[in-house]
């Protein structure tokens, strides 16, 4: 059984928004597993939806370039939230960027060993990190690839904390991608439509829904309906092309994009840092057993 300790209880309160207590007995109640938590207060109607990935710790950017019917992003990991605001840094980013679409490479492995202005990008990293004097590291990268008649979107938020590269069909106009890769980067869909959802995902949201209705008291007999309706909304809210566009509320990602004659093929979205996790340091507890001795 896992320790339920104040940091583990601080988590669950902020994934799901509960009270202390009840965060607590609900870690308590399944043994110190944060997801399962999660889980039984979602079914307690306590909790909204929380995502695993939403513990975020690594710092650094992200950066897509695109060029022609090949596009890339990126992301490049520091140790804080300085370097990102290093020029040295960023204009690596923006590089490791172009030469990834450039040279579409399979994996990390031949990805390393891509030749950038200053040798490898591996050995580009070691220099960052020399001069820079923290660790500098290449996480992760995507390469996309369009046919004529679609565009690519590109949109970096907050500097490059957040990047996204959407691909529309039916229209070369970038403009419209980049709209729906804004509308991804402040959403945070996670498929382009339902029938994207793995099955098993679906099941797990019906149980808990199931939880839900039941534990609200509703008749047996009309669970069932009340489920289906609460599935659907689910599924809108995780879908991009149901969900209201952040510009035009009244109509939906999928409408917006056919007011131009074109559909969304896919997208890709890289926040920084998602699913690392980092040791987080209380100077306040530091403090005070320093004061104790």
Do not use: C, W
């Amino acid at each position: 059984m896992a320790e339920v300790t104040a940091k583990l209880v601080k988590e669950l309160r902020d994934m799901t928004g509960v009270g202390m207590m009840d965060a607590k007995k609900a870690l308590v109640e399944v043994e110190g597993d944060i997801d399962k938590a999660v889980d039984l207060l979602r079914e307690k109607g306590m909790a909204k939806a929380a995502k695993k990935n939403d513990r975020i710790a690594a710092e650094g950017l992200t950066s897509v370039y695109a060029n022609g019917n090949v596009a890339a992003i990126v992301e490049v990991n520091s140790e804080t939230d300085f370097v990102s605001k290093n020029e040295m840094f960023q204009e690596l980013v923006k590089e490791i960027a172009q030469v990834v679409a450039e040279n579409k490479p399979a994996d990390m492995e031949a990805a390393m060993k891509l030749e950038t202005s200053k040798g490898t990008i591996e050995a580009a990293l070691i220099e960052a990190t020399t001069v820079i004097g923290e660790k500098i590291s290449f996480r992760r990268f995507e390469v996309v690839e369009k046919n004529d008649n679609s565009a690519f979107g590109a949109y970096l938020h907050m500097g490059g904390r957040i990047g996204v590269l959407t691909v529309i069909e039916g229209t070369t106009d970038e403009e419209v991608a980049k709209d729906v890769a804004m509308h991804v980067a402040a959403i945070n869909p996670r498929y382009v439509n339902d029938t994207q959802i793995p099955e098993a995902e679906l099941e797990h949201e019906k149980t808990i829904l199931t939880e839900q209705a039941l534990n609200e008291g509703k008749p047996a007999n009309i669970v069932e309906k009340m489920v289906e309706g609460r599935l659907k909304k689910f599924k809108a809210e995780i879908s991009l092309v149901d969900q209201p566009f952040v510009k035009d509320p009244d109509m939906t990602v999928a409408q917006y994009v056919a007011t131009k004659n074109a559909t969304v093929n896919m997208f890709v979205r890289f926040e920084v840092g998602e699913g690392i996790e980092k040791r987080e340091d209380n100077f306040v507890e530091e403090v005070m057993s320093q004061v104790k001795k």
